[in-house]
């Protein structure tokens, strides 16, 4: 089933180090209407983020050189950044709770699901 496309374009960061995840989630943003960019690692991910100040961030939170929640952390800190809406991505359970302590404004599963990417992606601040 083809993807909806959204009503709006959003400006999203798609952060992993698994190829496949990353792919998959950047080609269905970009059916869903959306701008999609990709890294694989957390220091690619800040430096795009700093450059093209995504709208938002799916963001694992298991990357091979930074957790996800040192990454958060450091786009919090840039003023430029404090209004990206960082949406955690795992494959493990967390805490909700914990999660937004982090500095994470939502989280997912994986595999994530096309609808409630969509839900989510509607709490995204215009």
Do not use: W
């Not at 809406?85 to 599963?109: H, K, M, N, Q, S």
Request: proline fraction near 5%; charge should be negative.
């Amino acid at each position: 089933m083809p993807a909806r496309k959204s009503a709006r374009c959003l400006r999203i960061l798609v952060v992993d180090d698994n190829i496949d995840q990353v792919s998959s989630l950047t080609m269905l943003l970009g059916m869903m209407g959306h701008r999609a960019e990709s890294a694989i690692n957390a220091t690619v991910a800040l430096d795009m983020a700093h450059r093209s100040r995504p709208d938002a961030v799916l963001l694992d939170l298991n990357l091979p050189d930074a957790s996800g929640f040192e990454v958060v952390g450091a786009i919090r800190e840039a003023d430029a950044l404090k209004r990206t809406y960082l949406i955690g991505i795992t494959g493990e359970d967390i805490d909700p709770v914990e999660a937004r302590r982090g500095g994470f404004d939502e989280f997912l599963l994986k595999p994530v699901e096309r609808l409630v990417l969509e839900r989510v992606l509607k709490k995204v601040p215009q």
